[in-house]
């Protein structure tokens, strides 16, 4: 034990210098611009105040008051003004009426599909040519990582928007209760196999030793079993590419037949969660806190920090990592890899009288400072450094839902920047970290669907038809899993009615938009 944990202490660290060499800019200490280089990181020689509009994910707007903004300020000379309302809880919607104002704000922060729609249609101005000349860091983060730069790219081939990057990694892994394998004296299970007789253990075996069957063996907060589709050699999204490098769509495969009538007998079994479609964002918080959760695949940071939330409440209870188990093909693969372009960020609009300052200050972003502020807050009030090692505060790591949270109230934002992976590590929990470094040491996450540079045309079919077929995908693998219909008796006119709704026009404006990313 001690030699596999020196073994991911090494690769943590391994991971915190790659972080930090992926942010370091040509020079992290001066800024270029048109009239000579400005002293230390300021983005413009006065103070200047500049609008913004940032509302995302339905909840997320710029706070004027957020003490990193407040920092960055001090830093750049540049003050950031908010124009979304903190009412407004439809983040297309806000961005969308921002767009029919007289004026609009200088910086535009957004989706990459509305960022670059609003750049094609003339509201954003293209920066590719702004980047070399005043962002100099930027520069040299998208030489040095061209796929951020070919991925953020719209149909027309400018950049309209800075997009907000994660070191690639693992997203999500595959969880189980530890101290439930140990009281039944079962080891940890490798093989698709393996895992549903342990899954079947846990239903039978009362684990949670109170005498009941009440036992949920797989639970899930996706309200679907998406999660458990790779155990078949399955891709779990609705679109991939395949080894051709042609898109096809995973749900109209044989393969996917073969996962829905083995997850539907698994369903029928009492294996997976009776309730997985409803229960929803609660779920570890309900079976975990009830000690009736077995095992599940989710997020590395959440799911492990109920080993501290649940030490005092729940004997014994332990949440580990394990590898995932091996799919029917015998390959050992995590099938849920990291957004690095996780479609935010931000541009500059067509009535900006500062482009010069506005890029400065992107760049400022990519510097290790930058870099810093956003991941890590304020020196002295959210993190300190002790020994040339920056660690969060207490105040930081005691706050309700963890450092992320904390981050968040306080100002950090997916902004035009690369995330600093070794701040993500850093507000992790020891298992967390532990485990999250074993899944990247090893290796084990696929690679992730590219960000398309979708065009008008594309975007509409894959609005009106893609919409539909996805949800009538859901519908009926619902049903499928629940029992109400019976997979091969079904499944001819399932495909045939994907095909009607307009699959293959759906996979058509994937591929182009896929051979038009491959060429640029």
């Known amino acids: 034990m001690r030699k596999k944990r020196k073994i991911l202490a090494v690769a943590i660290a391994s991971l915190f210098v790659l972080s930090m060499l992926a942010g370091c800019g040509p020079d992290s200490t001066q800024t270029q611009g048109d009239s000579g280089t400005l002293e230390g990181r300021l983005a413009s020689a006065e103070p200047i105040t500049m609008t913004i509009h940032m509302h995302y994910g339905n909840i997320n707007v710029f706070d004027d008051n957020a003490p990193i903004y407040k920092e960055a300020a001090k830093l750049t000379n540049v003050t950031l003004r908010g124009t979304a309302s903190a009412a407004a809880t439809d983040s297309n919607q806000a961005f969308n009426t921002m ?8 910086i535009i922060h957004g989706t ?3 960022t670059n729609k609003a750049g094609m249609e003339g509201a954003m101005i293209p920066l590719e040519d702004l980047v070399k000349q005043y962002a100099p860091n930027i520069q040299k983060y998208f030489d ?5 730069l070919r991925g953020s790219l719209a149909a027309d081939g400018h950049l309209y928007y800075i997009p907000c990057i994660y070191e690639k990694g693992p997203a999500m892994g595959w969880f189980i209760r530890q101290d439930w394998l140990d009281k039944l004296s079962l080891p940890v299970p490798t093989t698709v196999e393996e895992y549903y007789n342990t899954l079947k253990a846990f239903r039978d075996n009362d684990p949670n ?3 009941k069957k009440d036992e949920i063996p797989y639970f899930d907060r996706s309200k679907s079993v998406k999660n458990l589709v790779p155990l078949f050699g399955v891709d779990k999204n609705y679109y991939a590419v395949g080894p051709d490098g042609k898109i096809y769509a995973p749900t109209a495969t044989e393969g996917y037949k073969t996962a829905m009538t083995e997850l539907a007998k698994w369903y029928a079994e009492g294996l997976i969660d009776q309730e997985v479609y409803s229960r929803g964002s609660t779920t570890r918080e309900q079976l975990l806190g009830d ?3 077995g095992a599940t695949h989710d997020w590395f940071s959440s799911s492990l920090s109920f080993n501290d939330k649940l030490k005092d409440l729940v004997p014994g209870f332990r949440l580990a990592t394990i590898d ?3 799919d029917i093909n015998g390959e050992v693969k995590n099938a849920s890899p990291r957004t690095t372009l996780n479609g935010n960020g931000w541009g500059i609009s067509k009535d900006n009288q500062h482009v010069a300052e506005t890029m400065r200050f992107f760049d400022f972003w990519f510097t290790e400072a930058g870099i810093t502020l956003n991941s890590y807050g304020v020196e002295g009030t959210d993190y300190t450094i002790v020994n040339g090692v920056k ?3 207490q105040q930081a790591k ?5 450092v992320p949270s904390y981050m968040g109230t306080f100002g950090s934002r997916e902004i035009g920047i690369p995330v600093s992976l070794e701040a993500e590590i850093k507000g992790m929990n020891k298992d967390a970290a532990e485990g999250f470094a074993m899944y990247v040491e090893k290796d084990y996450t696929i690679s992730e669907f590219p960000n398309l540079p979708f065009n008008v045309e594309e975007n509409r079919v894959i609005k009106d038809k893609g919409a539909a077929i996805k949800t009538y995908v859901d519908e009926t693998t619902q049903g499928w899993i629940m029992g109400n219909t019976d997979v091969a008796a079904t499944w001819d006119k399932y495909v045939n009615d994907l095909k009607a709704m307009g699959l293959d026009e759906v996979i058509s404006a994937y591929q182009s938009a896929y051979d038009r990313y491959q060429s640029l």
Do not use: F, W
């Open 209 to 211: 030793g109170n005498g």
């Open 144 to 148: 040095t990582h061209p796929e951020a």
């Open 398 to 402: 005691d706050y309700a839902g963890g």
């Open 291 to 293: 000690n009736i959760g």
């Open 112 to 114: 990459s599909t509305n």
């Open 99 to 106: 767009l029919v104002e007289s004026k609009l704000p200088d």
């Open 324 to 326: 995932p188990p091996a």
């Open 391 to 393: 660690e969060y505060t």
